[in-house]
């Protein structure tokens, strides 16, 4: 019995190796669970061609956008574990969503595995051209004053940017609107024609917005001040001690791939990271890039988990 048992593993071990020395044999899809023009659209199709390159065959970054990220992250989830269908992923759908939704369909720790990190970025709190603010204190004001409440949109219930929406007013006493889109390339549409008042969103999808003047940034997520935005104070020196939510995205593949198949995509994923014009981009961008191993992304990633299931918790959010 245990020579049967031994023979059948070296078989299945060999036939692993065998998989990953021909991987891959044709191109692979990056599914982006958001629509375009978002931080995790943006990050994919920056890294996607030195992923190719480094894979020697290419990537194709596919947007299956729907349900919060839902639909995108399921069908991954549940792809074969091949190494051909991958996920970037991100706080909303990985950590964030999970700890919020009711019925989410997948579980991010079991049916996933996490390849490797790509970047974290700030979240940027910002005014439409049209909301009469332009510094947080004036945002508090304003949100204090108006009996119907300030609109505050965000890239879907259940989103990172969601639940820094919720920790925001919890810990600054503030009564906001929250209105959910499909993404934050929606979002950020209304924003700009001032069909909503005001967004928090990943710093990489805005950006060019603030720099051109048609949106006001008050305040940023991070510990720190970003660097492409150095004269905006964060949200704990404007008055909200100890406010931190900042998001991060990475690269996942279905729960199962085959060790040497996943030590090869974690290889080229950091390959393609070591790119100066990858870093250049990213750096344009204000993020920054995560240098961890793969087992460190994957602690990171379950801590990150637990941190927002306790939020979620505590404010009880659910989101049906």
């Known amino acids: 019995m245990n020579k049967r048992w031994i023979l059948a593993a070296s078989v299945a071990a060999a036939a692993?190796?065998?998989?990953?020395?021909?991987?891959?044999?044709?191109?692979?899809?990056?599914?982006?669970?958001?629509?375009?023009?978002?931080?995790?659209?943006?990050?994919?199709?920056?890294?996607?061609?030195?992923?190719?390159e480094a894979l020697g065959q290419q990537v194709i970054v596919e947007n299956r956008a729907g349900a919060a990220g839902r639909i995108g992250t399921t069908a991954v989830a549940k792809a074969p574990a091949d190494g051909y269908a991958l996920l970037l992923g991100s706080s909303g759908?990985?950590?964030?969503?999970?700890?919020?939704?009711?019925?989410?369909?997948?579980?991010?720790?079991?049916?996933?595995?996490?390849?490797?990190?790509?970047?974290?970025?700030?979240?940027?709190?910002?005014?439409?051209?049209?909301?009469?603010?332009?510094?947080?204190?004036?945002?508090?004001a304003l949100a204090s004053s108006k009996a119907g409440g300030l609109t505050i949109a965000s890239a879907g219930s259940g989103s990172s940017n969601h639940l820094a929406i919720e920790l925001l007013m919890r810990q600054a006493n503030l009564k906001l609107v929250h209105v959910p889109y499909k993404g934050s390339g929606p979002a950020i549409t209304d924003l700009l024609g001032s069909q909503v008042e005001?967004?928090?969103?990943?710093?990489?999808?805005?950006?060019?917005?603030?720099?051109?003047?048609?949106?006001?940034?008050?305040?940023?997520?991070?510990?720190?001040?970003?660097?492409?935005?150095?004269?905006?104070?964060?949200?704990?020196?404007?008055?909200?001690?100890?406010?931190?939510?900042?998001?991060?995205?990475?690269?996942?593949?279905?729960?199962?791939?085959?060790?040497?198949?996943?030590?090869?995509?974690?290889?080229?994923?950091?390959?393609?990271?070591?790119?100066?014009?990858?870093?250049?981009?990213?750096?344009?961008?204000?993020?920054?890039?995560?240098?961890?191993?793969?087992?460190?992304?994957?602690?990171y990633v379950r801590a990150d988990y637990e941190k927002w299931r306790i939020i979620a918790r505590e404010g009880n959010i659910v989101v049906e």
């Open 93 to 140: 759908t990985i950590t964030a969503g999970p700890a919020v939704f009711k019925n989410i369909g997948y579980d991010p720790v079991k049916d996933l595995l996490a390849i490797g990190p790509i970047q974290s970025v700030p979240i940027v709190l910002t005014a439409a051209p049209k909301t009469p603010v332009s510094t947080y204190r004036e945002f508090v």
């Open 198 to 299: 005001t967004m928090m969103d990943q710093l990489t999808a805005s950006i060019e917005h603030i720099r051109n003047g048609r949106l006001k940034a008050l305040a940023v997520s991070s510990k720190t001040r970003s660097p492409l935005l150095p004269n905006v104070p964060t949200l704990d020196e404007s008055g909200v001690p100890g406010y931190e939510a900042s998001t991060f995205t990475g690269i996942f593949a279905p729960a199962g791939i085959p060790g040497p198949v996943a030590d090869k995509l974690t290889d080229a994923l950091r390959r393609a990271l070591s790119n100066e014009a990858v870093r250049e981009r990213y750096r344009s961008m204000g993020v920054d890039i995560m240098d961890m191993s793969r087992a460190e992304f994957a602690a």
């Open 16 to 52: 692993s190796a065998a998989l990953a020395q021909d991987f891959p044999a044709h191109p692979v899809r990056i599914i982006v669970p958001w629509p375009a023009s978002g931080n995790v659209d943006i990050t994919a199709r920056t890294v996607a061609p030195a992923l190719s």
